[in-house]
């Protein structure tokens, strides 16, 4: 199927995620903190992130790899321990007036440094903390482009730029298609920090991941953990002058002299504030072919789709 996008607005596409998932089992609260979740990818341009996510996420409930009832239970509570989630939870918690530092560790999908074969996670690292003009966030994979990417790409039918993947056979592409292993960033430098999240988000955890992955036993079940480290800005200095100067450093860096074609310096997480300013308003694209793949989910379980928005109404 192809096609122009389909526009639909954040609150429809978050009734309907929630939706799908409570008919796959899970609570409605816990489907509702799914789909925010997914929305606000959607909403900060990170397609590949959000609702692209839900065939996967259906698989995955439908073959029982994730268990919809599954309730988190607290092993152990110390002052100097955390756990949680990544992205979005980084940007939360630096509201607060806290600064964060998330690490993430999951399914073999970036080759190491030097190796043909996937052999690290995509090991996503979040950073954020707080500022007069608001939340101060980066939010970034370890490999050269995000596995949100490349679905993002098979969904289009874009190319992906050269020399972020492989085949599975270990061949470098720009097809989407025969896309199956993304490099690192940095190559030594991606690959070295997955290696260290496995150590501290797995391996600290006692549930490591990739050894379990590429040695004998071949694990191929999903299995993801994130390590959290949560800064309260107050314990060391007062938080008002920390937005100050974080508001200053801002500023700085934004008035460097700017390299030729560039028309402005951006900051950490300001693409994605101007994306979700724009998209609450305008709407969420869906590529046709997603949009086939949520409508055969949708028939299937007997969910409504998400409600299109006009163009006049994208544009009004």
């Not at 110390?78 to 979005?88: F, P």
């Not at 190319?159 to 492989?166: D, K, R, S």
Request: charged share 20%; hydrophobic share 45%.
């Amino acid at each position: 199927m192809s096609g122009p996008a389909k526009l639909v607005g954040h609150d429809e596409l978050g009734r309907f995620i929630a939706d799908i998932l409570v008919k796959h089992g899970a609570s409605a609260q816990d489907a509702a903190i799914v789909a925010q979740g997914l929305v606000w990818a959607n909403l900060r341009g990170g397609d590949g992130h959000g609702v692209s996510r839900l065939p996967r996420y259906v698989k995955l409930l439908a073959s029982g790899e994730i268990d919809p009832k599954a309730q988190p239970r607290l092993l152990h509570d110390r002052g100097a321990t955390h756990t949680g989630a990544i992205g979005r939870y980084a940007q939360w918690i630096a509201a607060q007036g806290c600064a964060a530092v998330l690490m993430g560790a999951g399914p073999t999908l970036m080759a190491y440094h030097g190796a043909r074969v996937a052999s690290m996670a995509t090991s996503p690292i979040a950073i954020a903390v707080p500022s007069g003009d608001g939340v101060i966030a980066l939010d970034m994979a370890t490999s050269t482009i995000s596995n949100g990417k490349i679905l993002q790409a098979r969904a289009t039918g874009g190319a992906l730029p050269q020399g972020t993947v492989l085949t599975a056979a270990g061949e470098p592409t720009t097809d989407a298609k025969q896309a199956e292993i993304l490099l690192p960033l940095g190559g030594p430098k991606g690959s070295g920090l997955a290696f260290m999240f496995e150590m501290l988000a797995s391996l600290l955890a006692a549930a490591p991941i990739q050894a379990p992955a590429l040695g004998p036993a071949k694990r191929t079940r999903h299995t993801a953990n994130t390590a959290m480290f949560v800064i309260d800005i107050a314990t060391f200095r007062p938080l008002g002058d920390f937005l100050t100067d974080a508001d200053t450093l801002g500023a700085v860096v934004k008035a460097l002299p700017r390299q030729a074609n560039f028309d402005e310096i951006l900051l950490p997480g300001e693409r994605g504030n101007r994306s979700e300013a724009k998209r609450r308003k305008s709407g969420i694209p869906i590529p046709a072919k997603l949009w086939e793949e949520l409508e055969t989910i949708a028939n299937t379980h007997g969910v409504k789709m998400p409600a299109q928005l006009s163009a006049a109404k994208a544009e009004s």
